[in-house]
């Protein structure tokens, strides 16, 4: 019976292992955790904070990274355009200021200022949060949708399909995928990938 | 204008050219020093270059000047190409830089730091479309390594110490036939 009971808790085990996705992190359907976060403005931000919204587009970028750079302005854009339509971007930084001194706190809040960012620009201080979405690199989309009280990943990638030039791209993914939720459908393209930068981690 | 700086202004004259060649083949850059540097656009172009060789081992590394992690990792893939391992070891390094950084800041960078190895430019922003390609478990963080050789496919999305990749690379040598 022990043995019974030991193969049977060995398998559960086994396939609990093999469930988990290989890098870690949240795959299309899952449930997002909220998070509490410091905001270059002082204050500490959750997405229970925003009780309008319908769901949140959580973008991972950074000051230092030239991709994060060239989306910036574009993702200024999608907060513009999504926010009052209940999809407010919530921008966090994930990387360790120690291995990469251009994304600190204060630097962020200089970057914040200079561009002025119409949403949230948070520091994942500790680094807790960004491993249990599974970034690996900077940006990184997920787009949440408010469910009964959950936050349910819906989309997870890239912004678009040409980091170079914003007018030459011909697939607006996260802005196609908040489009399909507000339509009361779900995205038609869920998942994309795109260079980065990797994420700095504490050494 | 300086002399010197002749060769620089040629290749700016040179480089809209590239923008408009949407196939076919690649556009080829000089830095001052006279390394050859092929501009791929569209992965289509670049694909046949990441064939695994017959006999040999082909260390195929993305990477990009304003990438840190990358830049440092640099000089332990040039001591492959200068080990030589009995010249069954390749190193491309596969460059992911903007489009327009590529002379102001790629050939100087290459020229600075004395770059052996081969180097060949990537210029496709539609990475969704092809980072499956180079392989599936590549979320797109660089650097990344491809390791290709005769029963040898090893995709690694990290970066190396000299240890590792010198310890990783002598592994697969002792297994080309």
Redesign the interface.
């Given at each position: 019976m022990n043995a019974y009971i030991s193969a049977l808790l060995f398998f559960a085990l086994s396939m609990t292992v093999t469930a988990a996705p290989?890098?870690g992190g949240y795959e299309v359907g899952d449930k997002a955790t909220d998070f509490t976060l410091k905001n270059v403005d002082g204050s500490m931000v959750s997405m229970a904070d925003y009780g309008d919204a319908k769901g949140f587009i959580v973008i991972f970028t950074c000051n230092h990274?030239?991709y994060s750079v060239?989306y910036e302005d574009r993702i200024i854009d999608l907060d513009n355009m999504y926010r009052p339509l209940g999809y407010p971007v919530i921008a966090v930084n994930p990387n360790d200021p120690d291995v990469?001194p251009e994304d600190s706190f204060d630097k962020m809040i200089e970057r914040a200022e200079e561009k002025e960012f119409p949403f949230p620009y948070l520091f994942d201080d500790g680094q807790k949060i960004y491993p249990q979405y599974g970034a690996?690199?900077t940006p990184h989309v997920y787009v949440l949708e408010k469910e009964q009280g959950d936050l349910i990943v819906r989309y997870i990638?890239?912004i678009d399909?040409?980091?170079?030039?914003a007018d030459?791209a011909d697939?607006k993914?996260v802005a196609d995928a908040v489009d399909a939720l507000l339509a009361g459908s779900r995205p038609e393209v869920s998942s994309?990938?795109?260079?980065?930068?990797?994420?700095k981690k504490k050494k | 204008m300086q002399l010197r700086s002749v060769p620089l202004f040629l290749t700016l004259l040179f480089l809209p050219i590239a923008n408009f060649a949407q196939t076919g083949p690649a556009t080829d850059l000089r830095t001052e020093g006279g390394k050859t540097v092929s501009v791929y656009e569209g992965f289509e172009t670049l694909a046949p270059l990441l064939r695994a060789p017959d006999g040999d081992l082909l260390v195929i590394n993305f990477w990009?000047t304003?990438?840190?992690?990358c830049v440092k990792e640099l000089p332990y893939f040039e001591e492959l190409v200068r080990d030589d391992f009995d010249g069954r070891v390749r190193v491309l390094l596969v460059n992911?830089d903007?489009?327009k950084q590529l002379v102001s800041r790629l050939l100087p960078f290459l020229e600075k730091q004395g770059i052996q190895a081969d180097v060949v430019v990537l210029d496709d922003?539609?990475?969704?479309?092809w980072?499956?390609r180079v392989d599936s478990?590549?979320?797109?963080?660089?650097?990344a390594t491809l390791f290709l050789g005769p029963g040898i496919r090893e995709f690694r999305?990290q970066?190396f110490t000299r240890k590792d990749l010198q310890t990783l690379v002598t592994s697969f040598v002792e297994k080309l036939p």
């Open positions: 290989a890098a990274c030239p060239a990469q690996t690199r990638g890239a399909n040409n980091y170079g030039d030459a697939e993914y994309t990938k795109a260079i980065g930068c990797s994420i | 990009a304003w990438c840190a992690p992911l903007f489009r922003p539609d990475a969704n479309g980072i499956d478990s590549w979320s797109g963080a660089i650097p999305e970066s």
